[in-house]
């Protein structure tokens, strides 16, 4: 397990658990990191404000991969403008390309993310792009430079956990880059059930942000992905098609 | 006037550090873009904000 390593755009990462800032107080920020042993985490670039002063960045531990998104975008243009500031804000080169052209849904536009995928991972970002489950999108997005693949669970804030569950499967299996389930996933089952699948890593907000005592959701996240992970290298039993089979000996009965 | 962040300031005439110096931003959280394009950090003692630019001042924020 020592060697089993996240590898994105190059990078090593040993946590599976990217873990999202939104919705919940910057306080609660380092606390979250540490019990999710989180090592990438998402932010979003928006207006600055004159009166605040603090600055998330101030919350988030050093060492952590920073993973700003283009939330606000509705096409390629607006997301590629984005994360060219988010780069500029001075953090690093990795994007998380978000595209959403609907306020009620929020289902990410495919076609859009293709466009965008491909203009920055030119530039030199190493680009996850969030996306709804289609593997010629998928494909679309490894030719166009895509670092990792990252399909919806059910509609982002939702808790719903894997709708999109046959969808996902058909991305782990076929598409050669690691597979992050984004979006949706409501409860550390739904966790360790994508990365059961195959799953590269999973991303997750809302589920700990309306959680009870969110460092303590962090850490069941966390213990729930690392179990779907050892679950998946040590290979899953088989399923019975019918009938049943006994775990213990059929010989050696108490009875003549 | 110039525009920033969807605010009319009255500030044409300034260098880009000029005007942030007289407002809260922390110059190492912020980026700045004029027009559409990025001002990098290095071009803000040369970049004269002129009358009808649109600058957009942005810095990180919690989001998933």
Redesign the interface.
């Known amino acids: 397990m020592n060697n089993d390593k996240l590898i994105i755009g190059g990078h090593e990462f040993n946590s599976r658990f990217i873990l999202g800032s939104g919705k919940y107080s910057m306080k609660l920020i380092e606390a979250a990191v540490k019990d999710a042993g989180a090592e990438i985490i998402t932010l979003a670039v928006r207006r600055a404000n004159t009166k605040e002063q603090e600055s998330i960045l101030d919350y988030i531990p050093e060492g952590i991969t920073l993973l700003p998104n283009t939330s606000g975008a509705r096409n390629a243009e607006e997301a590629v403008r984005i994360a060219r500031l988010a780069r500029e804000l001075g953090c690093g080169n990795f994007v998380k390309v978000e595209i959403m052209r609907d306020s009620k849904y929020l289902l990410p536009d495919n076609q859009e993310t293709i466009k965008a995928t491909e203009i920055l991972a030119n530039e030199g970002f190493v680009v996850m792009p969030y996306m709804y489950p289609d593997l010629n999108v998928a494909r679309d997005l490894v030719n166009a430079g895509a670092a990792s693949v990252m399909p919806l669970a059910s509609p982002i804030g939702s808790n719903k956990g894997l709708a999109t569950k046959e969808f996902i499967q058909i991305l782990i299996d076929e598409i050669d880059l690691p597979i992050i389930v984004d979006a949706g996933i409501g409860r550390p089952s739904q966790a360790c059930e994508a990365m059961e699948m195959g799953a590269a890593a999973i991303m997750a907000n809302t589920a700990l942000a309306t959680a009870g005592d969110l460092p303590m959701m962090a850490s069941a996240f966390k213990n729930a992905i690392e179990a779907g992970r050892k679950a998946y290298l040590a290979g899953l039993g088989r399923v019975l098609t019918r009938g049943a089979s006994a775990s213990d000996p059929l010989t050696g009965f108490l009875r003549d | 006037m110039v525009k920033v962040?969807?605010e009319e300031f009255d500030v044409a005439g300034k260098t880009i550090a000029e005007y942030l110096s007289t407002?809260?931003?922390?110059p190492k959280?912020?980026?700045v873009?004029r027009n559409?394009d990025?001002v990098?950090k290095a071009q803000y003692n040369e970049t004269l904000l002129q009358d009808g630019d649109s600058i957009?001042?942005?810095?990180?924020?919690?989001?998933?």
Do not use: K
């Open positions: 962040n969807g407002t809260n931003y922390d959280r912020i980026a873009e559409g990025i990098f957009e001042v942005v810095s990180f924020v919690g989001g998933g």
